[in-house]
């Protein structure tokens, strides 16, 4: 993938977790927003933070994010067992003129 | 409230065609720009396609470029993909998403989607 996440990560219930979003200078450096999808198993993905740091409607505020230089964040705190999710970033790329996925990382409350 | 509903996937030979349907409701579907996103089984999310709200632009995946056409019809608030010289590797679970927002958009403010349906399956298999 264009965009590099880790792809497993796992943290006990009420821990809070990092899972982190590498890209180059053609999509994140270049300042491109970067969104976050969540995937519950079976399901479609859900927007879950959008222009870095966004959340939509709904979204509770234990999700976060953020960006620097050529990588984001997706930061989740006070980790719930109903958080256990596919999570994938997304940027813009120029040089490919169109979106780019991260691999997803697979997140697993212990 | 949103709805996506995609149609139109099925078991296909290579080198055979699909025409994938996504019919909206519930929002303005003239107004926004319209996403196809594929997942293969057991794997990441991949764009597609984009089109723009009034149909007039449209960009492709390089995987796709050439083979895949997007189109909609806001008479009919139907999004569609042609998937033409399918291949095994195009085998996947494929969604339609909307753009978050209204409007024109170009390059990177053309992202993100904020609804997206269920998918529809295209497997491609001799």
């Known amino acids: 993938s264009v965009l590099t996440q880790p792809p497993s990560l796992s943290g006990a219930p009420g821990q809070r977790v990092t899972i982190s979003c590498t890209g180059s200078?053609?999509?994140?450096?270049?300042?491109?927003?970067v969104h976050w999808y969540q995937q519950l198993p079976g399901t479609a993905p859900k927007l879950l933070i959008f222009?870095?740091?966004n959340r939509p409607s709904g979204v509770p505020d234990r999700f976060s994010g953020s960006k620097s230089g050529t990588s984001a964040s997706l930061a989740i705190t006070g980790l719930q067992a109903e958080d256990e999710a596919d999570f994938y970033c997304q940027s813009y790329d120029s040089s490919l003129s169109g979106a780019v996925f991260g691999g997803g990382t697979k997140l697993t409350v212990l | 409230q949103v709805q996506l509903v995609e149609s139109g996937g099925g078991v296909v030979q290579p080198g055979r065609s699909l025409r994938l349907s996504c019919v909206a409701s519930?929002?303005?579907?003239?107004?926004?720009?319209m996403h196809w996103v594929r997942q293969a089984p057991g794997k990441g999310l991949e764009w597609v396609a984009v089109i723009s709200y009034d149909g007039s632009n449209q960009y492709y995946a390089d995987s796709v470029k050439g083979r895949f056409t997007i189109s909609r019809d806001n008479s009919k608030n139907t999004l569609y993909l042609q998937v033409n010289s399918l291949r095994v590797e195009d085998t996947a679970l494929y969604y339609c998403a909307r753009r978050l927002g209204v409007g024109y958009c170009s390059g990177g403010s053309c992202y993100p989607t904020d609804y997206w349906g269920q998918g529809t399956l295209v497997t491609v298999s001799s």
């Open positions: 222009a870095n740091n």
């Open positions: 519930g929002f303005t579907f003239s107004s926004y720009a």
């Open positions: 200078s053609s999509n994140i450096g270049a300042g491109y927003d």
